[in-house]
């Protein structure tokens, strides 16, 4: 290093001095001041010194060792209450949008999270328009369109309350009592439930048109099944009904009479008749024939339910003459919250299979009805239904809800099991079983997968009424008119059919959770006979399939059965879920 260099670099620190060509430093153009140092830092270097001082003596009355001891603790324990400051102003920070005028609770602004974006895109609009106004030299403040506030609305509502909930894990088995059981079930509130009602009717796949065939004099072409209620359809226009089309026409019941409910069979009173027509968001139904059921009062109802959603208790004269002579019957034709509606010229025989008219053709009786929850007469009602039309409609996005069976999910161990039971006549079944055995049913397997399952627990539909659903439930009511009325084992065949042909499925959610919103009663016959003397010393005889006690069968039903209709003696008829005996029935 040159001595230049260094008077180069000397001269960077001091007064500029001027170097002349040969690099040797010149005679300044002024002389040099020494700059004395200012009151302030002689002030601040004494306090230093001070400092110091302290320092030292400190150390020394304590000892190093000590010193350090207590930096170790002091140190990280003030980081951890900085730490946690700071941690709690944050999360109870709010976004303060000034433009659209109300508060957005604090979203997390990562590149993945779809709402964070939204509602970022939102305010940077609102900013720029904001920016572009001033710059004109206009500053008053305008409000944000509606159509911004909602979207911010609707863009933090995004993350469900139930998004994070999962089934809590079995019980231990030592712990678990036997049989099926309720699990939990994670609802919305009511309020926010009715919010989450579409304003428009889901999309139909290609089905947008769809009528029914009248005929007031069918004729009986084939020898096996069919009615003059269901109008004997023909195997040919059976299997046309599966060609999906924009428009159609099918059999779907009530083919007789100027509409559903008058001179066609099942025939109503013209005052309920009018009453069925009206217009309803939802509406909750239901079934006794054969006088077979109590009417179990639904529990656990919102006020807005109660406002608006009618409950509907099907009956036939002989249930209703029971209901008039136990004085339970009022004059506005109401018990408790169901609206007794009494159906005349019944078409069938079997008081079950008269039931599958209102289970499965809601749609003819209600042609105004958007929604609708069907549950057998056996069952209570226990959570509000439109909580239940959110948790199994409108947050999966479906239109046809149905829970499995708890136990079997194959069509042909199904089968034999209504056979061991006594459901039916066995000949029937294995005739019904055959025939869809033959088109190509096969038992279930993972290879069906996402279908979980090919059996249905029946006792409860949840369905909006569109074009498509419509034509699921009208198919599926033709195959009970035509072959037995147990309506499990047809319901495969007729979804697997058209899902074949369209882009639909149903949500076939756990028994579990569909015994989470009902609970079941015992039937008539068998609360009769537990209630008659004796009935605590003998009621283990009737886990026995057809077992008649001191030579008679207790609970003898009134109405008469369908041709191959059998007496039920299955242990599903016997069994009531935990809570029933609070359950208020009449």
């Known amino acids: 290093m040159t001595g230049g260099s260094l008077g180069q670099r000397t001269a960077s620190y001091g007064s500029l001095q001027l170097l002349n060509n040969n690099g040797i430093v010149g005679k300044p153009t002024s002389s040099i001041f020494t700059r004395k140092p200012s009151p302030k830092m002689l002030l601040a270097g004494s306090r230093d010194r001070e400092k110091q001082f302290l320092l030292l003596v400190f150390c020394k009355f304590l000892g190093r060792r000590r010193v350090a001891m207590l930096l170790l603790v002091g140190l990280p324990l003030l980081i951890f209450t900085l730490g946690s400051y700071v941690l709690d102003k944050e999360n109870t920070s709010l976004n303060i949008d000034e433009h659209i005028g109300s508060l957005v609770p604090y979203v997390s602004q990562a590149a993945d999270d779809p709402a964070a974006l939204m509602i970022s895109r939102v305010k940077d609009t609102q900013k720029d328009r904001d920016s572009s106004t001033e710059k004109d030299g206009n500053k008053t403040q305008h409000p944000s369109p509606p159509a911004a506030a909602s979207l911010i609305k609707r863009v933090v509502s995004l993350h469900h309350p139930c998004e994070n909930f999962a089934f809590p894990p079995p019980p231990p088995l030592g712990l678990q009592r036997p049989g099926p059981r309720p699990c939990p ?11 989450s009602m579409p304003s428009s009717p889901s999309e139909s796949p290609v089905l947008q048109n769809l009528t029914y065939i009248h005929d007031e004099k069918p004729v009986k072409t084939e020898t096996h099944g069919g009615s003059d209620f269901g109008g004997y359809p023909s195997l040919k226009q059976r299997n046309g009904s599966y060609e999906i089309k924009e428009s159609m026409t099918v059999h779907c019941g009530f083919v007789k009479g100027s509409r559903p409910g008058r001179q066609s069979g099942f025939d109503l009173d013209e005052f309920d008749l009018t009453e069925l027509e009206q217009f309803h968001d939802v509406i909750v139904a239901s079934a006794i024939f054969g006088n077979y059921d109590l009417i179990q009062q639904p529990k ?12 509907y208790m099907f009956v036939d004269e002989e249930t209703e003459a029971y209901m008039k002579n136990s004085s339970i019957l009022d004059s506005n034709k109401r018990v408790g919250l169901w609206r007794i509606i009494v159906v005349r010229n019944i078409p069938y025989n079997d008081s079950r299979r008269n039931g599958k008219v209102p289970k499965l053709l809601l749609h003819r009786i209600f042609p105004n009805v958007r929604y609708s929850i069907w549950i057998d007469g056996k069952l209570q009602l226990v959570v509000d239904p439109y909580k239940i039309l959110e948790r199994f409609l409108w947050r999966e996005n479906a239109t046809f809800a149905i829970s499995r069976h708890y136990r079997r999910f ?13 459901k039916y006549d066995n000949s029937s079944i294995d005739y019904q079983v055959e025939f869809y055995k033959n088109e190509g049913l096969t038992p279930y397997s993972e290879a069906k997968l996402p279908i979980t399952s090919d059996v249905p627990e029946g006792c409860v539909i949840i369905r909006e009424h569109i074009p498509i659903t419509n034509l699921f439930s009208c198919l599926w009511f033709n195959e009970v008119d035509r072959f037995t009325a147990r309506d499990q084992l047809s319901f495969s065949t007729v979804r697997d059919k058209i899902m074949a042909k369209v882009n639909w499925t149903v949500n076939m959610f756990l028994d579990c959770e569909r015994r989470n919103f ?21 009621h283990h005889q009737l886990v026995l399939p057809g077992t008649s006690l001191g030579g008679k069968n207790p609970g003898k039903r009134s109405s008469k059965r369908g041709k191959g209709e059998k007496r039920s003696g299955s242990k599903r008829h016997r069994k009531v879920a935990a809570g029933n005996k609070d359950s208020s029935s009449f």
């Open 518 to 538: 009902v609970i079941q009663a015992y039937h008539r016959d068998l609360l009769v006979h537990k209630a008659s003397p004796g009935a605590a010393t003998m």
């Open 300 to 311: 656990k109802i919102s006020q807005a339910a109660r406002q608006n959603v009618p409950f």
């Open 410 to 422: 194959d069509v042909f161990v199904e089968a034999e099991a209504n056979k061991a039971a006594g």
């Open 185 to 195: 079930v994670c609802y919305v509130p009511v309020e926010q439930a009715i919010a």
